[in-house]
């Protein structure tokens, strides 16, 4: 197995720092907009997107933690007992701007899980989504509306986004199979 590093520590903060850019010039500012990190690693990049509209808009922007773990469409063959990380979101979602936050968009079935749990706590007035890597080979119709990188990849490499909160450093790096 070859692994190559495609964003190192600096290169993922300029990837945050456009996106937050990208969420408040689209959104207008941010008025009624929320954050909703998608477990596990999408949470702490939404954080770091919330502070960083912070530095810039000076608002605090609520931040959700959203487990999407028993809407998988694949939930049957993960695991006899999933790991289920919960769902905490203190604010209220109805008539605000979703701007749901992950680590990687792949077939988007992840997103079509997170779009369904939101849809179950209330009716946002939209929803978004923000990626570090668009890594390409969707099997439904969902597209990132922010991205970090635009990764073209095969389908037996695996990306790796690593966050220091979780993997103690900050990288992303492709694993080829091959």
Same mark, same amino acid.
């Given at each position: 197995? /070859?692994?190559?590093?495609?964003?190192?520590?600096?290169?993922?903060?300029? @990837?945050?720092?456009?996106?937050?850019?990208?969420?408040?010039?689209? &959104?207008?500012?941010?008025?009624?907009?929320?954050?909703?990190?998608? /477990?596990?690693?999408?949470?702490?990049?939404?954080?770091?997107?919330?502070?960083?509209?912070?530095?810039?808009?000076?608002?605090?922007? =609520?931040?959700?933690?959203? $487990?999407?773990?028993?809407?998988?469409?694949?939930?049957?063959?993960? &695991?006899?007992?999933?790991?289920?990380?919960?769902?905490?979101?203190?604010?209220?979602?109805?008539?605000?701007?979703?701007?749901?936050?992950?680590?990687?968009?792949?077939?988007?079935?992840?997103?079509? @899980? @997170?779009?369904?749990?939101?849809?179950?706590?209330?009716?946002? /007035?939209?929803? /978004?989504? @923000?990626?570090?890597?668009?890594?390409?080979?969707?099997?439904? =119709?969902?597209?990132? $509306?922010?991205?970090?990188?635009?990764? =073209?990849?095969?389908?037996?490499?695996?990306?790796?986004?690593?966050?220091?909160?979780? $993997?103690?450093? &900050?990288?992303?790096?492709?694993?080829?199979?091959?």
């Amino acid at each position: 197995m /070859q692994m190559t590093e495609i964003m190192d520590e600096n290169a993922i903060i300029r @990837a945050i720092t456009r996106i937050s850019h990208e969420i408040i010039e689209k &959104n207008k500012g941010v008025e009624n907009l929320v954050l909703m990190g998608i /477990q596990r690693r999408g949470v702490p990049l939404a954080r770091r997107i919330a502070a960083k509209i912070k530095e810039v808009e000076s608002t605090e922007i =609520p931040v959700g933690i959203l $487990d999407i773990t028993l809407y998988r469409d694949d939930l049957s063959l993960l &695991n006899e007992h999933p790991v289920i990380n919960g769902t905490e979101i203190n604010f209220d979602i109805a008539d605000k701007k979703v701007v749901l936050v992950d680590d990687v968009i792949y077939t988007g079935r992840t997103v079509r @899980a @997170a779009i369904d749990a939101i849809m179950d706590i209330n009716r946002p /007035q939209m929803i /978004q989504l @923000a990626v570090i890597i668009d890594r390409g080979h969707r099997e439904l =119709p969902i597209r990132a $509306d922010y991205v970090g990188k635009n990764v =073209p990849t095969s389908r037996s490499e695996i990306v790796h986004v690593n966050v220091k909160e979780i $993997d103690g450093v &900050n990288s992303v790096s492709i694993t080829s199979k091959e």
